[in-house]
């Protein structure tokens, strides 16, 4: 059941980020990055940066996922709502 809602989650990602403005990805990115160990966030961008054409010059979003992954990763301890819940990895 967990994956998939992950699966679910990053395929709602996906369309998000191709027909709506980043702002609005955002928060999506952010909730699925705290409820998931989400490292695949960063694929995704590495696969829109192309898409956009954004691989030629600055990969604008896979160096901001990657930077939200890594403060997300570092932040996790500090973020769980539960004492003693664990992230999906």
Not at 25 to 33: D, G, K, N, Q, S
Not at 66 to 74: G, I, Q, R, T
Request: net charge positive; with cysteine.
């Amino acid at each position: 059941m967990r994956v998939m809602s992950r699966i679910t989650s990053l395929f709602a990602i996906l369309v998000l980020a191709i027909h709506f403005p980043w702002w609005i990805l955002l928060p999506a990115v952010i909730v699925y990055l705290i409820t998931f160990s989400g490292y695949e966030i960063v694929i995704l961008a590495v696969l829109l940066d192309g898409y956009y054409g954004n691989a030629v010059s600055v990969p604008y979003y896979t160096l901001c996922a990657s930077v939200l992954w890594l403060l997300v990763e570092y932040l996790a301890p500090y973020l769980q709502v539960k004492k003693g819940e664990k992230r999906d990895i």
